[in-house]
Every structure is written in structure tokens, then in C-alpha cells.
């Protein structure tokens, strides 16, 4: 069985930073891409961020140069660091991991419970 748990989320005030962790554990072959997604009350799950396997990186318009993803592959970890938030990064903030649990296993997606932070004065 797989699982990702994140953790780090909370209340900051406008301005403020946050770092978000996550990290994926049970029975775990390779993990290829490892993201961040997140969805406000209302609308549909955006994606943040993602760390590909090969080290590229892919951010969302509305967070370059405010969020940075990074990554410990001996720990199946990922982090996003959040700075300079604002009220509209409001959101559930969920982990996604694509990975396998055996050899020749196909990958598939894996999701963690999620963790909400909020911004506000």
C-alpha cells in the first residue's frame, strides 16, 4: 500500500511564507514526477507545481517566482516553499506522486490527503 502525507499547512498573513511537505511511503518501486496541486472552495484542482523525474520543473503562471519546488529522491520526499502568498493562494493544497511498486509495474497516480492553507490579515 502507498501513501503520501502531507504536512506544513496553516494560517499566514498576506506576505508571508509557508513550506509545504510530503512524503510518499509503503511499498514503492521507483517515483517518477512528484507535484503540488491545489483547489480553492468553488472551483476545479489547478496544478502549482511539478519536479519531473529527468530534474525540469513546471510552475503555474500565478506562482513563478513566489513558489519553488524541490525534491529528496532518497526520502520519495517533495517540498514547496510558498513566499510572498496572497488571499487568492487560499486553497487545499494536495501532493500527487506518479509512481510504481514493482518492477515492470505500470505507474499510476497517488494522491495525499491534503493540507489547507490560508491567507489572511
Known amino acids: 500500500q502507498v501513501q503520501l502525507v502531507e504536512s506544513g499547512g496553516g494560517l499566514v498573513q498576506p506576505g508571508g511564507s509557508l513550506e509545504l511537505s510530503c512524503a510518499a511511503s509503503?511499498?514503492?518501486?521507483?517515483?517518477?514526477?512528484m507535484g503540488w496541486y491545489r483547489q480553492a472552495p468553488g472551483k476545479q484542482r489547478e496544478l502549482v507545481a511539478m519536479?519531473?523525474?529527468?530534474?525540469?520543473?513546471n510552475y503555474a503562471d500565478s506562482v513563478k517566482g513566489r513558489f519553488t519546488i524541490s525534491r529528496d529522491n532518497a526520502k520519495n520526499a517533495v517540498f514547496l516553499r510558498m513566499n510572498s502568498l496572497k488571499p487568492e493562494d487560499t486553497a487545499v493544497y494536495y501532493c500527487?506522486?506518479?509512481?510504481?511498486?514493482?518492477?515492470?509495474?505500470?505507474?499510476?497516480?497517488?494522491w495525499g490527503q491534503g493540507t489547507q492553507v490560508t491567507v489572511a490579515s
Open positions: 500527487n506522486g506518479e509512481l510504481n511498486r514493482y518492477w515492470k509495474d505500470a505507474y499510476s497516480n497517488y
Open positions: 509503503g511499498s514503492i518501486f521507483t517515483v517518477s514526477t
Open positions: 519536479y519531473f523525474s529527468g530534474g525540469s520543473k
